[in-house]
């Protein structure tokens, strides 16, 4: 158990829908990233958050958003989906520093 | 800017072998490097990081690998495979925010 939470595990909506995808931190980790898992594009930095504040940027389309809570737990929002959005959705969280990032165990989402 | 490159998106052993899987970075600053391992439906986990101490690394259920900062490679390897290390292995570099190989999948065959 690495202490990150994620829910929900599994995720089946429509194109067009609007979902948001949901992240608790190990305790005492003030960093949050998000990363996309799909089969044709591995494993995709998305967005990074420190105590809050976005950090830094990485293959994130603009109908995603993100956002950290004062409580350090984070929140994607992925609107207008597409088919090809369909992947596994990993919350990883860290200590202070460029060090070890710990997995949540995904959120799996689907989209018919 | 920072990368790295897995080479070999798929490696077959026999349960017994040697377990070579190869990393090698690129990094503008003395970099960060992690060795993780996901196994089917699950998150990653962390095997081995190395943090400029020492260059040899060694990480959970017999793995290590070795910093060569002049081939600058952070290749992974395990004298003797397991049945239960089948499961795929990805190498990142890490400089403010990690940055993942295509990962490698180690098939054990007995």
Known sequence: DSGVTQTPKHLITATGQRVTLRCSPRSGDLSVYWYQQSLDQGLQFLIQYYNGEERAKGNILERFSAQQFPDLHSELNLSSLELGDSALYFCASSARGPGELFFGEGSRLTVL | ?110
């Open chain 2, 1 to 110: 800017a920072q990368s790295v490159t897995q080479l070999g998106s798929h490696v077959s052993v026999s349960e017994g072998a040697l377990v070579l899987l190869r990393c090698n970075y690129s990094s503008s600053v003395p970099p960060y490097l992690f060795w993780y391992v996901q196994y089917p439906n699950q998150g990653l986990q962390l095997l081995l990081k190395y943090t400029s101490a020492a260059t040899l690394v060694k990480g959970i259920n017999g793995f290590e690998a070795e910093f060569k900062k002049s081939e600058t490679s952070f290749h992974l390897t395990k004298p003797s495979a397991h049945m239960s290390d089948a499961a795929e292995y990805f190498c990142a570099v890490s400089g403010g925010k990690s940055t993942f190989g295509d990962g490698t999948t180690l098939t054990v065959k007995p």
